[in-house]
Nanobody, 126 residues
Framework: QVQLVESGGGSVQAGGSLRLSCAAS????????MGWFRQAPGKEREGVAA????????YYADSVKGRFTISQNNARNTLYLQMNSLKPEDTAMYYC???????????????????WGRGTQVTVSS
């Protein structure tokens, strides 16, 4: 399994921005589906963005379209989530996930990923 470590979370006021990073190691396959999920207290973990590393095809949940951008570095060992125009409802623990695959299934489902990071907290105040 891939090892994943998230960073970049924090507290920000509504309208602000944060960039999350996910450092990945232990790749054994050529291509992966990689995603960002979030979980607020008392709610299900939801997929907010995903990318298939082989072709760069991306997915965004409707709630974050136009505000969040998922990307990866050239070495494909770091995944990013640029979050702009943050809202209080974006407050959650954010998790990075990876799964070796020849494609991504959208919307991304928690059950479709076996490698997970420990998460980074994002808090948006009004």
């Amino acid at each position: 399994q891939v090892q994943l470590v998230e960073s970049g979370g924090g507290s920000v006021q509504a309208g602000g921005s944060l960039r999350l990073s996910c450092a990945a190691s232990g790749y054994t396959y050529s291509n992966y589906c990689m995603g960002w999920f979030r979980q607020a207290p008392g709610k299900e973990r939801e997929g907010v963005a995903a990318v298939y590393t082989g072709r760069g095809v991306t997915y965004y949940a409707d709630s974050v379209k136009g505000r969040f951008t998922i990307s990866q570095n050239n070495a494909r060992n770091t995944l990013y989530l640029q979050m702009n125009s943050l809202k209080p409802e974006d407050t959650a623990m954010y998790y990075c996930a990876a799964e070796a695959s020849y494609r991504c299934s959208y919307p991304p489902r928690r059950s479709g990923f076996r490698s997970w990071g420990r998460g980074t907290q994002v808090t948006v105040s009004s």
